[in-house]
């Protein structure tokens, strides 16, 4: 009789404390879809307030470090001149998350639109480094060209497109590469070497959009080259 009474009272107490942690499971994932709702919303203080109380209060919980992104954005948003400071703050805690990279990325474009090239090709480049899927690593590698080439260092950036096209060949980005290899080689009056590059890119995809798009960008080619 004692056995089975205690038996009872230990499955009671153990029910007690999942039950317990069941609650509180689920007090904290309120208080994070509050702050993502807010934030949703625009509400970026308010949303501050949130993420850093629910940091504070579960600062195990699984939703921490997606809960510390939202927080850093929502900081750039109240304060936009220190942007990359949040973002940074970020990275240097989780530096292998996908968030990080997500965050290079968009300190990258932030970059280009301010024409500050070289910055913005040394984030994508430190996003690349972070161990990217192929997906994200071929986009890396897309941007760093884009960035390089209207930074003039087209040798460069063609190497840029030209690694992607080689190491991720199944990429979407791959094609769009290749062609904006060749038509950088155009735009330096390097004729030769641009019809070369746009017959790689129909080569190796002739069905792609891009492939399509070749033939004016030929025709311009050959024709200043004298083989029409």
């Known amino acids: 009789m004692r056995r089975i009474i205690s038996l009872l009272v230990i499955c009671i107490f153990t029910g007690f404390l999942q039950l317990q942690a069941q609650e509180v499971q689920e007090s904290a994932s309120q208080d994070f879809n509050n702050g993502v709702t807010l934030f949703n919303k625009g509400l970026f203080e308010e949303s501050i307030t949130e993420f850093e109380h629910f940091i504070q209060k ?10 510390n992104y939202y927080l850093a954005r929502a900081k750039a948003k109240t ?16 530096p292998f998350s996908n968030y990080s990279s997500k965050l290079l990325f968009d300190l990258g474009q932030q970059a280009d639109s301010a024409g500050q090239y070289r910055q913005a090709e040394t984030y994508y480049s430190r996003a690349l480094k972070l161990g990217l899927n192929k997906k994200q690593s071929a986009k890396a590698y897309y941007w760093m060209g884009e960035s390089a080439a209207a930074d003039s260092s087209f040798v460069q950036a063609r190497q840029y497109f030209m690694t992607l096209a080689d190491e991720y060949p199944k990429s979407e980005w791959a094609a769009k590469a290749l062609y904006a290899r060749g038509r950088l080689y155009l735009s330096e009056n390097k004729y030769d070497s641009s019809s070369v590059a746009f017959e790689i890119l129909k080569e190796r995809y002739p069905n792609n959009e891009m492939s ?15 083989r029409y």
């Open 58 to 67: 579960h600062g195990n919980h699984q939703l921490v470090t997606t809960a």
């Open 79 to 94: 304060d936009t001149t220190n942007k990359s400071v949040y973002f940074e703050e970020f990275i240097d805690e989780f």
């Open 212 to 226: 399509r798009r070749v033939g004016t960008a030929l025709g311009e080619s050959y024709y200043q080259q004298g």
